[in-house]
T-cell receptor
């Protein structure tokens, strides 16, 4: 039990649609990171937010965007869904005392997105 | 750039046997290394982490890992496998140059044979 929750647990969308995934971090954690985990693969870093500002981005197109809110919740938005976006999306929160902190990340259970 | 390589996508051991899961890292700076476990349909759970203190790191559930700089390795071991250890295991390294972005390996699926 990491104290990180995600909603919804499962989601089915069609190609071209938009989706919003939500994450609730541990209280007091300033940093949230989002990962995409395709079937049979390790998680791939999408981006990270530190105190509501983007603090690093992986090799994902701009149609992947995010928000972090003061109440330790965050969102991952994906526009113009493609079939390859089907994956498990994980958020992870960490204490993040600075923007370059290397604190342990605590993962939520993930949202399984299926794009048809 | 940081990366990790996990040798062996599938490992099978008998219950009670030694578990050895391999991880080699590449890092231009002293790395922070982690092992996570993922059970079916669940998120990742931290097993242990190396942060430049002791080279032998003990984690939860009887797992430990040894950081060997000369071999650029951080292999995960457990003396005696239990059925409940069957899961997917991921090694990860932090990129300290771009915040705390984690680079994960492709994972090793551990099967425990009764």
């Amino acid at each position: 039990e990491t104290g990180v929750t995600q909603s919804p647990t499962h989601l089915i969308k069609t190609r071209g649609q938009q989706v919003t995934l939500r994450c609730s971090s541990q209280s007091g954690h300033n940093t949230v990171s989002w990962y995409q985990q395709a079937l049979g693969q390790g998680p791939q870093f999408i981006f990270q937010y530190y105190r509501e500002e983007e603090n690093g981005r992986g090799n994902f197109p701009p149609r992947f965007s995010g928000l972090q809110f003061p109440n330790y919740s965050s969102e991952l938005n994906v526009n113009a869904l493609e079939l390859d976006d089907s994956a498990l999306y994980l958020c992870a929160s960490s204490l993040g005392t600075t923007s370059s902190s290397t604190d342990t990340q605590y993962f939520g259970p993930g949202t399984r997105l299926t794009v048809l | 750039a940081q990366s990790v390589t996990q040798l062996g996508s599938h490992v099978s051991v008998s219950e009670g046997a030694l578990v050895l899961l391999r991880c080699n890292y590449s890092s231009s700076v002293p790395p922070y290394l982690f092992w996570y476990v993922q059970y079916p349909n669940q998120g990742l759970q931290l097993l242990l982490k190396y942060t430049s203190a002791a080279t032998l790191v003990k984690g939860i559930n009887g797992f430990e890992a040894e950081f060997k700089k000369s071999e650029t390795s951080f292999h995960l071991t457990k003396p005696s496998a239990h059925m409940s250890d069957a899961a997917e295991y991921f090694c990860a390294v932090i990129s300290g140059n771009t915040g705390n972005q984690f680079y994960f390996g492709t994972g090793t699926s551990l099967t425990v044979i009764p």
